[in-house]
Nanobody
Framework: QVQLVESGGGLVQAGGSLRLSCVASGRTFSTFTMGWFRQAPGKEREFVAAIRRSGGVTYYADSVKGRFTIARDNAENNVYLQMNSLKPEDTAIYYC?????????????????WGQGTQVTVTS
């Protein structure tokens, strides 16, 4: 079973940057579409970004497009979320998730595995 562990969260001022990392245990990492989600206090969890197993296809929520970049390193079982130009509304717990690649629909939901999350706080 693949386990996901996020890191890289923290406190940053508006306009700053953070890079989140998610390392996956197990040998099947490259068979998953990987995604990042976030949940702000009092709000539902929302899709942020996703990347297909080859790394060649990426998806972004409109709210982060142009500011966030998702990438993966299949050799190291890592997926990253580079977050630039951060805003206070980006404050949330960020979760890494994995979805079996055979699911061909838009990878906004229907994920199979989840990490525990890492807190990102953006101050104004």
């Amino acid at each position: 079973q693949v386990q996901l562990v996020e890191s890289g969260g923290g406190l940053v001022q508006a306009g700053g940057s953070l890079r989140l990392s998610c390392v996956a245990s197990g040998r099947t990492f490259s068979t998953f579409t990987m995604g990042w989600f976030r949940q702000a206090p009092g709000k539902e969890r929302e899709f942020v970004a996703a990347i297909r197993r080859s790394g060649g296809v990426t998806y972004y929520a409109d709210s982060v497009k142009g500011r966030f970049t998702i990438a993966r390193d299949n050799a190291e079982n890592n997926v990253y979320l580079q977050m630039n130009s951060l805003k206070p509304e980006d404050t949330a717990i960020y979760y890494c998730a994995a979805r079996y690649e055979y699911k061909s629909s838009y990878p906004r939901d229907d994920y199979d595995l989840w990490g525990q999350g890492t807190q990102v706080t953006v101050t104004s």
